[in-house]
């Protein structure tokens, strides 16, 4: 069973900010949300995650909504090596049976 | 610089002919899992490990064995690959802490079985 639901895929334009939906109805209290990129064929690469809080880093800005449904990560100025597929999943600290679903592939255009 | 080390980066085997793709990380981390990706599936976890000579099944298991008799390393076995397992395969790690750490992954090992 699905724990997200994202969008297929997206555009955005170089130098503007890009901003992902993530869908996650079923969360629980002790999850955290994270988002991971993968670009090409490499390994996956973390992002940022939170509990319910906005959080930010160098890379993204992650939005949580007050129910903790939903998030979205926000990169605020897009390059074109941000062309990606992210991933949005929840987890908690029991969790070692982590999958990940086909993501968003977020292609940035000059 | 924590690495986690996966080989080879691409392999081209026969069926069942026996192979085993190894992973290695130095950051002293407690959990380790394999991954398969598969165009249009996403990643999806074979087994993991929650520490030396602790191993479990993730969601797709069969075809595949591993074994973690030290921490840093976590190798895939293949006994006797079918052409079903061509895939693009990635190791990852992480702590298993009382704070959340994030999955540190490998480049991904591109196994073509023909």
């Known amino acids: 069973d699905a724990k997200t639901t994202q969008p297929t895929s997206m555009d955005c334009a170089e130098g503007r900010a890009a901003n992902l939906p993530c869908n996650h109805s079923?969360?629980?209290?002790?999850?955290?949300v994270y988002w991971y990129r993968q670009i090409h064929s490499q390994g996956p690469q973390y992002i940022i995650h939170?509990?319910?809080n906005n959080e930010t880093n160098e890379m993204a800005s992650l939005i949580i909504t007050e129910d903790r449904k939903s998030s979205t990560l926000i990169l605020p100025h897009a390059t074109l090596r941000d062309t990606a597929v992210y991933y949005c999943?929840?987890?908690?600290?029991?969790?070692?049976?982590?999958?990940f679903g086909a993501g968003t592939t977020v292609t940035v255009r000059a | 610089e924590a690495q986690v080390t996966q080989n080879p980066r691409y392999l081209i085997t026969v069926t069942g002919k026996k192979l085993t793709v190894t992973c290695s990380q130095n950051?002293?981390?407690?959990?380790m899992s394999w991954y398969r990706q598969d165009p249009g599936l996403g990643l999806r976890q074979i087994y993991y490990?929650?520490?030396?000579?602790?191993?479990d099944k993730g969601d797709v298991p069969e075809g595949y064995k591993v074994s973690r008799k030290e921490k840093r390393n976590f190798p895939l076995i293949l006994e006797s690959p079918s052409p079903n397992q061509t895939s693009l395969y990635f190791c990852?790690?992480?702590?298993?802490?009382?704070?959340?750490?994030?999955?540190?992954f490998g480049n991904g090992t591109r196994l073509t079985v023909t």
């Open positions: 990852a790690t992480r702590g298993i802490p009382d704070i959340i750490s994030p999955l540190h």
């Open positions: 079923t969360i629980s209290g002790n999850e955290y």
């Open positions: 939170g509990l319910k």
């Open positions: 999943i929840v987890s908690n600290s029991n969790d070692y049976k982590l999958s």
């Open positions: 950051m002293n981390h407690e959990y």
């Open positions: 490990s929650m520490n030396v000579e602790v191993t």
